[in-house]
């Protein structure tokens, strides 16, 4: 397991060169002017020679490649300080980073209890490992670390591209995160209980919304619910109950906790309902059809036969086996919520790395687009290296590679 | 067990498939019982409807008795039939490789069976799983209760099959088609383990099959199913060596044997087996008969005594064809 | 046991003889049974016919100005005069009334003629994507699948790269720089051609996958060793032996990923990195649709996200249907 999960890393690595590289290219072959818009007026000449200068844009193509990727990964800075308003100083995040640190510990808790592993020295190793992980988690979620590389500035002028994908990183991750925990409580559920009462009127209805919302783009979601639920509501009642614009009041600081969480609710309902609609689609239908078939398949019949009680025969045998593809489903549709956040937080004015990235693609902006479209690359093959383990902790067919 | 007039249907597009239609027939105690037939005959079903497993509302049990240690089973409510599952019943299937839940190791699922019905704790339970797995003669059960399915041959996965049938002491163990997944090696050391567990304890078998020289070597007795219904039962011996239905005859006749002459085209019954939804009227063997007359297609023959013992046939000329002297040639133009 | 099963496999040679008779009924005919039984993929062929029609034959024939901002169609009643403006333009923003069913947008052009437009590029990128990717998918898997060792690591290899790519990051960096892409032909570089082999490059990946798994199973099988035996070249084995029995995942997963391309090609034009203004695309007349849709004006963002959902809707009903009728091993009844 251990070598496997080595190959995958060298293997994600691999991708993201590649992904540096074409992307890098492309923008140069594009004649990718940071500088067009400047170019345009004769008397900035000056200034473009400066620039061009300063950015190296005069640079042989490949040299100014391996300069931005010598510099991607080079740290600029490692210290222990006030860190935490810094690194995480921008709108809102300091909510999110503890929370999936917390989240993360938790699902390494609960996969080294289902796992079973037979190896006497197990027990312990879980004991230990355990309160390393956690020991790590709330000192990483509590501590004043900064951390940077360079990244470079942004051509926009907006300052460096390191604080601002981090200071966005955290409105996306609240964002997504939402989401995904919304499209996997609704989902799985409805995919479920579409199985065990196959062909009745609640099934056959749920398959026909769910090929509606998977045929729908997430743009005509997302438009749809932000006029519906907010202006038209609005119009039409008076009510103003979700927020379209911006993840907090301006005011937030000053409100106290409920009226946070309340201003937390009302600005993320919309946006991650909008992403998760499309994914609840998919997994239920995905569930169904998983369920469905551990519901025809032998083993379970063994179980009946066994004399089992119905209930357990469900929860025990069925459920487990039923679960285990949706593992892959949620790796491979992590690729999706992102593509779906960036849309969705242009629509909302999300201040996430989603509006970020298309602020950049708009002005070519290289260092911020090739830093955002880097981080999505690696935040996809992590993820997908944890579906991986997740998946051979749940299934001990694929444990033994 | 007795079984009464058992009929059991099931609701497709296209009709109601009467796939059990009248089904009466008795296993005593430590009787080891083959029924054999094509597929579609009714067997699966047969033992399914026995262990209330028919899912509703496609199949139901539309009638019928199945008296079984005082009590009819079709009129239990699931709870009790739940705990008669298992622990007086056990069934084991075809195919092992997919009986067997992939993500439990063995042990689980043996000592899950154990502490349910013989309600002991987890340690005896395991003592309990791995005796069961040394009665199927499965090397180093210890271990074995910890590895998972996948790890297993066929032939081992049938014998923790078998083991965890076996493993609360039922009167009546019901094998649906246990070797025919296996190889033929297998086959014989997998009917060979069942006898000898079924001899030493007593335990009842109903052996289903469609492979008759499985069921020679094991049973005691045999009914031979067709469409729905049974048309012969009888001694195994007798069976074989004096069959009273034509399609019993038919059947043995397109075995390969070897003491017959290797010039004779290998004989097989005509026909493909009827439609379930709507069987042909009278015998439902009439359209493949060599011998069908007219009777035969206006009237449903019941099993009539042939003599010999107890056999049974469902022919309206059971007694009157002198089925084992005629040759396949001979037959043909009667 | 239906008439259909009774009628079809049967045994043989006896029955010929004595009357039995059998009649050979062909993969075809089960296929087109099975499909007439799905309702929905029916009428959404029929639907996607009349898209298609619309969109590239009646679309040209139109007589309709530059930029298609309005086409005259065939009217029964004298229509667009109290809608005019003193230079002879349309007034914009009316809402959908007699002789603008749909109504004008923002600059004053007829929602119905950029919609009834607007089709060709969604469909142009959705088959031309899902050729290729059919095209590159296939053969990457059958390579991969066919030929053990070093020609399927290799192609593995390179087609997980192309699946570790984010999907949309990557789509929106070309989309935006494709009219800059000098490198590139013209007629690629405007228009949905560029986005369509853009996207099929993307998205041949998952296919490749499939073809794969399927070649790598179908390899083993016996027809093919007799294929072998009797001196069949690896190409005809592939081609005439191998392929036609991998069709029917090839066929189900393009459909779905023509679908996926459609709505991806529109969401590119809707953030204005897809096909540019004023070429009249659905993503496009959605984002500014939306844009006026907060003062009421609603038509352009209802009409244009109704084609896209409804010809979307109709290819994966489509998908549905091919994929209940190929499987040869559905067993689960419809009551």
Same mark, same amino acid.
């Given at each position: *397991? ?20 074409? +992307? ?41 490649? @391996? ?63 355990? +309160? ?28 460096? +591209? ?49 090929? +509606? ?29 979700? @927020?379209?614009?911006? *993840? ?12 946070? *969480? ?28 998983? *369920? ?31 679960? $285990? ?35 950049? $693609? ?40 | ?16 498939? /009467? ?12 009787? /080891? ?22 899912? #509703? ?27 008669? /599952? ?54 180093? #059960? ?103 239905? #034509? ?31 709507? #069987? ?55 | ?26 993969? %075809? ?22 898209? &298609?029609?619309?969109?590239? &034959? ?7 100005? =530059? ?24 007034? &914009? ?99 949905? %051609? ?16 499939? &073809? ?8 083993? =099988? ?112 419809? =009551?």
């Amino acid at each position: *397991m251990g070598s496997y999960i080595i190959r995958r890393l060298v293997y994600g690595l691999v991708t993201l060169l590649a992904l540096s590289l074409v +992307v890098f290219l492309l923008i140069q072959a594009s004649g990718g002017g940071p500088l067009d818009r400047l170019k345009l007026n004769p008397r900035m000449r000056g200034v473009i020679a400066q620039l061009t200068e300063e950015w190296g844009l005069d640079k042989p193509v490949m040299q100014q490649y @391996f300069t931005w990727l010598k510099n991607f990964v080079t740290p600029a800075d490692v210290r222990a300080a006030d860190g935490l308003t810094v690194l995480f100083g921008k709108i809102g995040i300091r909510g999110s980073m503890p929370i999936i640190l917390i989240l993360g510990a938790g699902a390494y808790t609960v996969g080294t209890f289902l796992a079973k592993v037979a190896k006497p020295w197990w027990r312990p190793f879980r004991a230990f490992s355990l +309160v390393f992980v956690w020991f790590t988690a709330i000192w990483l979620a509590k501590s004043r670390l900064v951390f940077s590389l360079s990244w470079g500035d942004s051509f926009r002028g907006d300052g460096p +591209v390191w604080d601002n994908i981090f200071g966005a990183a955290g409105a996306t991750f609240r964002l997504g995160l939402t989401a995904l925990i919304l499209a996997l409580l609704i989902g799985i559920p409805l995919g479920i209980y579409q199985a065990i009462r196959q062909y009745s009127f609640f099934d056959q209805v749920g398959t026909t919304l769910s090929f +509606v919302a998977f045929s729908t783009p997430i743009f005509i979601i997302a438009v749809g619910t932000q006029l519906l639920f907010a202006l038209y509501l609005e119009k039409w009642t008076g009510v103003k109950l979700f @927020f379209v614009a911006g *993840m907090s009041d301006p005011s937030y600081a000053s409100l106290s906790f409920l009226a946070r *969480m309340g201003d937390v609710a009302r600005h993320l309902t919309l946006p991650a309902l909008s992403i998760a609609l499309i994914s609840i689609a998919t997994y239920s239908r995905f569930q169904r059809a998983s *369920m469905l078939e551990v519901m025809h398949s032998d083993y379970l019949r063994t179980a009946k036969a066994k004399g089992l009680p119905r209930r357990r025969v469900i929860l025990k045998h069925a459920l487990r086996n039923a679960l $285990i593809p949706i593992v892959t489903l949620v790796s491979l549709d992590i690729a999706g919520i992102i593509g779906g956040a960036i849309i969705t937080e242009s629509i909302f004015g999300w201040p996430g790395v989603g509006r970020l990235y298309i602020q950049a $693609i708009d002005a070519v902006d290289y260092p911020t687009v090739m830093a955002v479209v880097m981080s999505i690359g690696a935040g996809i093959v992590v993820m997908n290296i944890v579906a991986d383990i997740l998946y051979g902790v749940l299934d001990p067919r694929v444990r033994y590679d | 067990m007795s079984i009464k007039d058992l009929r059991t249907y099931f609701t497709t597009e296209e009709g109601v498939v /009467r796939a059990v239609d009248g089904v009466s027939f008795d296993i005593a105690p430590g009787e /080891r019982r083959g029924v054999v037939g094509e597929s579609g005959s009714g067997k699966s079903v047969t033992a399914m409807s026995i262990m209330r497993l028919i899912e #509703p509302p496609a199949g139901e049990i539309v009638t019928g008795t199945i008296e079984f240690q005082g009590e009819n089973l079709l009129a239990l409510r699931e709870d009790d039939m739940q705990e008669i /599952r298992g622990a007086k019943i056990a069934m084991i299937f075809q195919d092992p490789m997919t009986s067997l839940n992939p993500v439990y190791t063995i042990g689980d699922q043996l000592m899950e069976t154990i502490m349910l019905h013989q309600h002991v704790n987890k340690h005896d339970a395991r003592k309990i799983a791995a005796d069961a797995l040394g009665d199927v003669q499965i090397p180093e #059960p210890m271990t074995v209760l910890d590895d998972y399915p996948h790890q297993f041959s066929g032939g081992m996965r049938q014998r923790v099959m078998i083991a965890m049938g076996l493993s609360c002491n039922p009167d009546l163990l019901i094998a649906d088609e246990p070797t025919t997944a296996l190889d033929v090696t297998t086959q014989a050391q997998i009917m060979d383990l069942m006898l000898k567990l079924a001899a030493d304890r007593g335990t009842a078998v109903m052996l289903i099959t469609h492979d008759l020289g499985v069921v020679a070597g094991f049973c005691d007795t045999v009914q031979v199913m067709y469409a729905g219904g049974i048309v012969e039962s009888g001694k195994a011996q007798n069976l074989f060596s004096d069959p009273q239905h #034509p399609y019993t005859w038919g059947l043995l006749g397109s075995m390969t044997r070897l003491d017959e002459s290797h010039t004779e085209r290998l004989h097989s019954v005509r026909g493909a087996p009827p439609s379930l939804i709507n #069987p042909p009227r009278g015998c439902r063997f009439n359209p493949r008969c060599d011998f069908a007359k007219d009777i035969c297609r206006e009237t449903y023959p019941a099993l009539r005594d042939s003599g010999n013992d107890g056999q049974l046939a469902a022919c309206h000329f059971a007694t009157e064809l002198d089925l084992k002297l005629l040759t396949i040639g001979e037959a043909s133009r009667s | 046991m239906t008439d259909l099963q009774n009628r079809s496999g049967d045994p043989g040679g006896d029955d010929a003889a004595e009357g039995l008779a059998v009649e050979p009924i062909t993969q %075809w005919d089960l296929f087109t049974a099975r499909m007439r039984r799905h309702r929905l993929a029916m009428l959404s062929t029929v639907f996607l016919f009349v898209v &298609v029609f619309i969109s590239f &034959v009646a679309a040209p024939l139109l007589k309709c100005d =530059k930029g298609a901002t309005e086409c005259e169609f065939p009217r029964l009643w004298d229509y667009t005069d109290g809608l005019r403006d003193d230079g002879g333009r349309l007034l &914009v923003n009316i809402a959908p009334r007699g002789p603008l069913p749909f109504g004008s947008d923002e600059i004053g052009r007829d929602v119905l003629s950029r919609v009834i437009h607007g089709g060709q590029a969604s469909l142009t990128v959705g088959l031309v994507t899902g050729l290729l990717v059919a095209s590159l998918g296939t053969v990457v898997g059958a390579l991969a699948g066919y030929y053990p060792g070093i020609i399927d690591q290799a192609s593995m290899r390179f087609t997980d790269l192309i699946l570790g790519l984010p999907l949309l990051p990557v789509a929106i960096v070309v989309g935006r720089l494709l009219p800059e892409l000098t490198f590139l032909p013209g007629w690629m570089r405007a228009g949905p %051609w560029g986005i369509a082999f853009l996207l099929g490059f993307l998205l041949w990946g998952s296919l490749a996958r499939i &073809v794969r798994a399927e070649f790598l199973s179908l390899r083993e =099988k016996e027809f093919v060793e007799a294929a072998r035996a009797a001196g069949a070249s690896d190409r005809r084995i592939i081609f005439r032996h191998i392929l036609p029995n991998a069709m029917s995942p090839i066929i189900v997963q393009t459909t779905l990923i023509i679908g996926a391309a459609i709505i991806i090609e529109a969401a590119l034009s809707f953030l204005g990195f897809g096909v540019r203004p004023p070429t009249p695309t659905w993503g496009g007349m959605a984002a500014s649709g939306a844009r006026v849709a907060a003062r009421g004006f609603w038509w352009e963002l209802v009409f244009s996200a109704s084609a896209l959902v409804t010809t979307v809707l109709a290819v994966n009903f489509i998908g549905d249907g091919l994929r209940d009728a190929l499987d040869p091993t559905q067993t689960i009844e419809r =009551k």
